[in-house]
Nanobody
Framework: VQLVESGGGSVQAGGSLMLSCAASAYTASWGCMAWFRQAPGKEREGVGFIDRVGNTRYADSVKGRFTISKDNAKNTLYLQMNSLKPEDTAMYYC???????????????WGQGTQVTVSS
């Protein structure tokens, strides 16, 4: 199974980016898919989670600004990021697990990451 992220880049504060994660397996088959991020010197943290039936959950720091979604026909996970802040700067990873959505990093599959840099 491969997960390949794309869509990262550099933007100014207040701007938007959409991240994509292309999967080599059926996204509909996984119990949960998620986006995590890791800034230098910090632990990896969960940003958004979406389960098999489309229920979503977000970290408090991104609620109202980020939207996670998936297109099972395209086997692709998305993260729409609006009103970006400098503190959103991090490497963003998509992940998948066969079980329920969890906030820890105990996911079966990970992508290689895509860098997001937000300047003030």
């Amino acid at each position: 199974v491969q997960l390949v992220e794309s869509g990262g880049g550099s933007v100014q504060a207040g701007g938007s980016l959409m991240l994509s994660c292309a999967a080599s397996a059926y996204t509909a088959s996984w119990g949960c898919m998620a986006w995590f991020r890791q800034a230098p010197g910090k632990e990896r943290e969960g940003v958004g989670f979406i389960d098999r039936v489309g229920n979503t959950r977000y970290a408090d720091s991104v609620k109202g600004r980020f939207t996670i979604s998936k297109d099972n026909a395209k086997n692709t996970l998305y993260l729409q990021m609006n009103s970006l802040k400098p503190e959103d700067t991090a490497m963003y990873y998509c992940a998948a697990v066969e079980g329920l959505c969890i906030t820890s990093t105990s996911y079966n599959y990970w992508g290689q990451g895509t860098q997001v840099t937000v300047s003030s």
